[in-house]
């Protein structure tokens, strides 16, 4: 766990993973609290924990649970989308001491599949090959699975390029005819008006 | 993200040590940066380690943020103003915590959201030669061209995926600034060419009814 960034006590800090559906999502973080005495973040702070939400694109949540100061959790993705989750401690102060903060250590793995390095230890050669193999193949469907997803999304950008190019025609030609219409309406009206007071 | 590469049939105690001395990490977050928000990363790294550090703004504004590594004694290594993509790798020439910054601190009410892939050292080799007496079989040579493969479609993967959702954000922006653009220009055009032609009317009409005649 090597990656860490730190946050205010009652802050809530998100990240984004756009995933295709049935993905395993696996995270580790750590989580240590500054203490002002001692002037560093503490090893483990007794009660520190913290919520981990996870939402999907649609909005439903996936996951929300306290956890301890170290933890590991995960979820699997049954929708495509941007999945969102979020971290948020379970401080309880209101009044937040100035200069208090977290810090939190975070790994995130996304569609990985684990080798169980225990069957790679057999001394039997072929059977360590059928294994790697096997997991070989897991990681390819994985990589099709988000090319899948890769298509739908273009198709998404596509359309909206297309609905882009079609609202500005129909619009350039619907301003062109009010303008005209009005155009003519307001001779029309004024040369009626100006007969009406007898000036022409 | 690679998979982890996974070793010959070593002994635990040397699979260990092979891990901690070459323990190649990479992390890729997805976050978002706030306006006026600046967000730092911290990462212990090893001396001698070759890192890499790439970055891309994917939705909001011009797409653009500011991007600034440190190491551990404060020395800037690197700092780009208002870039949308880049990539710097460096070798680390001492121990210690490297720090990394995004700023949106000069955008005033855009959001953006920011890609981070930090890869920290070169993967271990798949068949790491300490206990070899022979070279490769070809087998383990085709694993090791698979697993290069594999590698670098994962990569350009996620860097079409990444481009693909820039181009997608500015289509949706375009798309609702043209819907929005163009209903308002029809509504003003409306409201000024009646407005004009009563505004005329008004100035030939006297509050009294008297008609006024004027010289032709």
Not at chain 1, 109 to 117: K, N, T, Y
Not at chain 2, 54 to 80: M, N, S, W
């Amino acid at each position: 766990l090597a990656l860490y960034f730190h946050i205010g006590e009652r802050e809530e800090k998100c990240i984004i993973e756009d995933i295709p559906s049935d993905t395993l999502v696996v995270g580790n973080y750590k989580v240590q609290r500054w203490d002002i005495h001692i002037r560093d973040f503490l090893e483990s702070a007794p009660g520190l924990g913290m919520f981990v939400t996870v939402s999907s694109p649609s909005g439903e949540v996936l996951l929300s649970k306290l956890y301890g100061p170290q933890a590991m959790f995960s979820f699997t993705s049954y929708h495509t989308g941007e999945h969102i989750i979020c971290f948020q401690s379970n401080s309880t102060r209101i009044a937040v001491i100035a200069g208090s903060k977290l810090r939190i250590h975070l790994d995130i793995r996304v569609g990985e599949h684990f080798l169980d390095e225990s069957v790679i230890q057999a001394k039997d050669k072929v059977n360590e090959i059928n294994v790697r193999l096997e997991h070989l193949i897991e990681q390819i469907h994985h990589v099709t699975k988000e090319q899948d997803y890769e298509r739908e999304r273009e198709e998404k950008f596509r359309k909206t390029s297309e609905e882009t190019n079609s609202n500005i025609l129909w619009w350039a030609i619907a301003q062109t005819l009010i303008l005209i219409s009005v155009g003519i309406w307001q001779i029309k009206s004024l040369r009626d008006f100006f007969i009406a007071k007898k000036l022409v | 993200m690679p998979p982890r590469g996974s070793r010959g049939p070593l002994p635990p105690l040397l699979l260990v040590w092979a891990l901690a001395a070459c323990a190649a990490r990479a992390s890729e977050i997805t976050f978002e940066l706030p306006d006026n928000a600046k967000q730092c990363f911290y990462e212990e790294i090893a001396q001698g380690t070759k890192c890499t550090l790439e970055f891309q703004v994917i939705t909001g504004g011009h797409y653009d943020v500011d991007c600034r590594l440190e190491d551990p004694d404060g020395a800037v290594l690197y700092k780009e103003m208002k870039k949308q993509y880049d990539s710097f790798t460096f070798t680390a020439s001492r121990n210690g915590t490297y720090k990394f910054c995004f700023s949106n601190e000069f955008s005033t009410f855009t959001h953006k959201t920011v890609y981070f892939d930090f890869q920290v050292g070169e993967d271990p080799p798949l068949f790491p030669s300490e206990n070899r007496v022979t070279a490769l079989t070809q087998m383990e040579s085709a694993c090791v061209s698979i697993h290069e493969a594999l590698k670098s479609v994962i990569d350009y993967q996620t860097h079409f995926r990444l481009r693909e959702a820039q181009g997608r954000s500015r289509a949706e922006d375009l798309n609702t600034r043209v819907a929005y653009w163009s209903i308002g220009e029809a509504i003003i055009l409306l409201v000024v060419s009646i407005g004009q032609v009563f505004l005329l009317k008004s100035f030939f009409s006297d509050k009294r009814t008297t008609t006024t005649r004027v010289g032709s």
